[in-house]
């Protein structure tokens, strides 16, 4: 017996009166009753006594629950006291029963022995405890402790006819004298947490086991006082079937019998031709913990299996594997939210038809109907299973009851008579079964666009749900598809594909990678279950980024002398001297002094980029790029993307692997008539560079490579992405360097075929291979050079200052003159201030408008000062002047004045206008100047995700001892509150002040606080970082240009736009809010470094779920070196507080994995953010900043057949412009579109583009197809296309050995005979058309002829096998033939 069922079977309740559960109120009443003692002259020294505790109906004389029965307890007796019971018990119930007539009866038994050894109960008393008073309150819990008095005899006198309500009216009862039991009754509102775990009316005390809830806390053993559920766990069931034995139909027709013989029997009729027919098959799940559903159960409907195989319903067993139709089959799945992983859970089915009556007998209904109506309702079987611990994601198989066995949903159910059956039923005659497949995976949720903007917080918060099983086995995976696609609808016959754990794979790469919505693998959790704080859903990827490559030439000298013969910009040092070309340093030789003592501190950084070649190794998976575009982020500089190159042959593509030239592409198309490559400079001068950044920027070229995104520029396809170290660029003393870099342009490219299963993925301690293949596609050209630059001298400031040992802000002095009011100051060569005084009206702008607004010749113009007068206080200001003129225009109320009275009057009018603007601003004026004396100001310069540290000197200029409350205008900005982070900046910064512990005090608003002694200086420690960074949302990237003359232009680092500046003004205050000092910090934001580049390709509207294993931290450029106490563990922010991204330590020794949560927006969106990890707790400065793009794009699934043609369409909706477009696809080869050219797309239109998919090999395979205007080269929307490719049937094999190393090729020849009796047309095609070509692509053979078809093999470079298929397809391109032959080259 399971443990659901005793827990089932020990929990029975008695349902109320029928009256009572027509009338039932909505809403319960929890209550808790504490049974104290019993005391009394009736008790016996030394007798057991025991408490029982039922729910009566007064009203209609009913018991109903069920009995509670306490634990014995001995009398004993302390004279001059009577004797007493101790029980010390507690009772906890609800009801919805509010009436005056609801009780709970308690009655005392006392246990005595009996001759033979046994024990006899004999009933002492009973008391009656009022629930609810006269209304349908509960009893007024005032009083504490109430004295219950005892009647004589048992309850079961409450069942006597002529009892009365209430009990005082009884004259049959009688009172024991001296006796009663103290109790307390209260109404218990935590109680109502767990309602859906506890019945009504079954009472049960706090020492019982409540499947659902945890222990209680500590030494407290009442879980029912304050109650804690346990964590459920979200379960799926899928593929469900119901088999009836010994088959559907002879089940239901027997049943149908039997249902129209009781028809006919209950309306006393004879055999009317009418009859009873199966309207619908209803399955009720729910889940039940043993007292009761958890949840209303979930109603689904059933279809016979031979009608879904005819309807061609996804996602259901075909007949092939259940077996001749003959099952009940669910269509969708089934989620169950409300599983606990506790043994007394279970999921419960109940199956029930729904019959109908084409007409009626004796004008009578069918038994059961309700008005009238020829309906019915039936329940035929139930189930129940309960989930083993440990047992994972299975088949699972269970034996459907049926019978007058007790059920958990409290309904009567058919029972197959046995004299019908025949014996091959056996067991089984009575029963049947019900199958599914049980799973915790979590399906990838769709999400809407408000949903993306609102972000549910609480599932972002959440982390993934533990597993069923804490140590599940793991299930191969039949499933020919790959990683993330939807099953596809399945014809007659086609058997299911299994969808276990084992089918998930994931992508190890860094800058492509689709992740699609299909079941995650989830980690499994200890033998105690419990949430896990980080858990990775998919297998990680790992963060190795692109090798740095080589500079290795493989062109030949001819090639090169070419190439560098086209005319290319020279590159000329500071004396105007051309550079030599040299080769990169080695990296042992480089030394930091060099650097430092190298008297040209400037460097002119140049980037060259001249040619892009095709890799001799590339295959014809993708056609060649006519015009490419890059894009790639240097240093802090923003990030650049490039006009588009047109790609120009040298030779005329007589080379091998010939490279082309870059030649730049005008706005109108033409090509740039100067001369080729794209040459980029960027100015680093320590004029422009923080304090001490130069060290910064010289650390960054030793350490860091280059990433470059190459893009196709007409269908804006990624082509590959190229690294290059910037080591090369050191000058280590020389006046210019130049170098020439070949650089390999790789893509990544899924393999399907290697699944690397969920458990051992999640396995740390090392990376196993995640199917992904490096395809080098081209080679990129580029020179670097580095031009030094004597430095910039700056007044007061040296060319290379180390940074400030103080951090240290003064607070301001208040000597000398106050700027303010009409009054600008000026720096004096002596050190001193000088202030001249200007007129209001060019200080305040709204004064000028106002002084100048009647009269458009006056003199004065109001300055331009944005932000003083408005756009609309400037109309108001017009609107007023020109009412003023029309009143003076007024000749016949005005009279005429003479010219030096009117200019008399407009003087007055402006003086009394000046005097009025005196004394509104005067206020202002003197409180502005008394804030500036006490206000100090400090320039930060920001870099995402760097805290600035420095510390404030406050001063108490008071006589007496204040506390100072600090309050600051801005979150990015903070106090360091925690001495130990406090002491770890000074130790960043080499600070020597002293740091003080426990200074600050939290007010309740989290605002701290410091004491201040009078005339004392304290430093109060500061700290800012930002993690904002560009906006979230970016547009599609394209060829955005970088403007005239970008292919010179010079890109200066303090000029570049870094952002705007922001203010943040901290206030000191003392009681009362007057403030003793004000701290303006002004933030000027610089670019970041950006060490690696991830693309991630999504469907568009859903969550990406990623994660990214980090590599060891000492191969991290600017790691740390000598790090006490091993290695360090590694934290993550993300710049987007919509995205979750957390990381975990999993031990020592062990790598750790990043998991980020992303809401992709709407096609063709891409959305941008950044990653900060940091070694230290305290996240001071980032040792590697990552940048992520995640590719927002429309999902289409696509089942095919390799080698054969499936067409399909895609449905284009136009813009509200009409726009000239073309659809590219990354695989022309596969994929064909219809238009194949440019074509109109009419404005707010709908347009059908053909799709025909022909893949070369079985398998998952992910498509890309752009639709780009030609005319703007912008990206109007995107697909990913998801291809789930069936291997087709061999029906011949061959094979042949040919020699290898080259040579001519060879001829051969094979036969085909036509199957069909009339003459058919044939087409042929290959899944490796660079080894097979065929002499003919079709031919047409007459009916039972044999035709010879010629192939021609391709020779081979290396030795080894393949296996080429040759498709035979008809007129249709449907496959009516596959030969596979298998070449070994030797």
Known sequence: MSEWERSFQRNVVLPPHCQRRRTRRPGSTAFRCVLKYLEGAALTQGAEYQLRLSLFDATYHHFFGRTW???????????????????????????????????????????????????????????????????SEATDPAAEDRALKLYHGTPRALLHPRFQDPVEKNKYLTVMEKSHLQYALKTHQPLETIFHLLPENLLVSGLQTIPGLLPAHGDASDCLQKPRLMKPVTCYLERLSVRLYPSLEEFEEELLDLLNSDRLLQANAAPDGDGVAVRERRLHVGVHNGLRFVQAPQVAVLVPEAEVVRGGCPGVPGSGARGAGQALVLRSRIQLSEMVPHPAFGVCFQLEYVFCSSGRAGGKALPGSAHG?????????????????????????????????????????????????????????????VQFYVSTDSEEHLVTAAEILRKDKDESEKPPTPSLSPQAPLRMAASPRGPGLSAPARGRGQPPARRGRGSRQEGGITHLEADLGSPDPEPRAGDQLRALPFAPLQVPIAAVGLQAGSSRTLLSRASLARLHAAGFPEILDHNQEPVEISEPVDPASFSPRLEEADPLQGNEIILQFLAFGRDAQDGVEGTWPRTIFLTFQFYRFPPVTTPRLQLVSTDGGLAAVPAQLLVRVNKDGTLDTGPPGLQLKYMVDPAFLRPGEQRWFVRYLAEHSLQIDVWDGDSLLLVGSAAVKLEPLLRQGRAA?????????????????????????????????LGVRVAVRGRLHLCLANIGHPCEETPGQPPSLPPPRSRVVPAPDGAGSIPAGGWISLNAAVGGRVSRARRLAEVDGELAAALCGRRPEARLAPPAVPGEATAARRRKLRRMALVRQREDAGGERTPQLSGWQEQRARHLRDLQIIDA????????????????????????????????????????PYGVQHTVTIEVDHPELSVI????????????????????????????????????????????????????????VVVAQGPAGLGAGADAATRSLGKSGAGQTKHIQVSFQVSGGKPIALLRVKVEPQPHVVDQTFRFYHPELTFLKKTIRLPPWHTLPGAPVGMPGGEPEMFVRCSDPD????????????????????????????????????????????????????HSLQRLDVSCTAGQLSRLSLLLRGTPAPRRVQAFTSHPQELEVDPDGTFLLPANGIQDLYLGVRPRRAGS???????????????????????????????????????????????????????????????????????????????????????????????????????????????????????CVKVIYQ
């Open 917 to 956: 603007y005196r004394e509104r601003v005067k206020g202002e004026s003197i409180s502005r100047m008394l804030s500036q004396a006490i206000t100090a100001t400090h320039t930060v310069h920001a870099v995402l995700g760097t805290a600035e540290f420095f510390e404030f000197a406050l001063k108490n």
């Open 1139 to 1190: 995205i979750i991204c957390e990381t975990k330590n999993m031990g020592p020794g062990e790598p750790q994995d990043i998991f980020l949560k992303v809401a992709g927006g709407p096609s063709p969106q891409i959305k941008k953010f950044f990653v900060a990890i940091y070694t230290d707790a305290w996240l001071a400065a980032p040792i590697q900043i990552w940048q992520f793009y995640l």
């Open 737 to 769: 360097v130049r170098t020439h870099h070949e650089l390999e342009v790789a893509t990544t490219e899924y393999e399907p075929d290697v699944t690397v299963m969920g458990r051992e993925a999640l396995r740390h301690g090392a990376l196993r291979p």
């Open 69 to 135: 029965r306490s634990s014995r307890r001995a009398a004993r007796a302390a004279p001059p006291r009577p004797a007493r019971a101790a029980f010390n018990e507690t009772v906890y119930f609800h009801t919805s029963l509010n009436h005056p007539g609801i009780a709970a009866v308690v009655e005392v038994v006392a246990t005595a022995g009996k001759g033979d050894g046994g024990s006899q109960h004999l009933s002492c008393g009973f008391g009656l405890i009022p629930l609810f008073g006269n209304g």
């Open 1261 to 1379: 395979r992910f498509i890309y197809l752009n639709l780009v205007d030609v005319e703007s080269h912008q990206l109007v929307s995107s697909w990913l296309l998801c291809l789930s490719c069936r291997q087709p049937l061999i029906s011949k094999a061959f094979e042949i050995s040919l020699p290898a190393g080259g040579g001519r090729g060879c001829n051969k020849r094979i036969t085909y005979t036509n199957p069909y009796p009339s003459p058919r047309l044939y087409f042929l095609c290959t899944n490796r058309p660079d080894l097979l070509q065929f002499k003919e692509d079709s031919f047409e053979v007459a009916g039972g002829e044999v035709y010879t078809i010629g192939l021609r093999f391709a020779p081979s470079q290396g030795a080894g096998e393949e296996e080429i298929l040759i498709h035979i397809n008809d007129h249709e391109d449907k496959n009516e033939e596959t030969f």
């Open 373 to 433: 109506e020829t309906a019915d309702i039936r329940s035929v079987r139930w189930a129940v299973w309960s989930p083993v611990l440990g047992a994972g994601e299975a088949e699972v198989v269970l034996p459907l009851r049926g019978g007058a066995c007790r059920g958990p949903c409290q309904t009567l159910v058919y029972r197959t008579p046995t004299s019908g059956r025949s014996s091959r039923q056996g067991k089984h005659v009575e029963s049947g079964t």
């Open 977 to 1032: 509150l925690d001495p130990r982070e406090w002491r770890h900046f000074k130790e960043l910064t080499k600070s020597v002040t002293p740091v003080e512990e426990e200074m600050f005090h939290l007010r309740d608003d989290l605002r701290p606080q410091v004491y201040l002694r009078p005339k004392e200086t304290v430093r109060i420690p500061f700290k800012y970082q930002t993690f904002s960074a560009d906006p979230a």
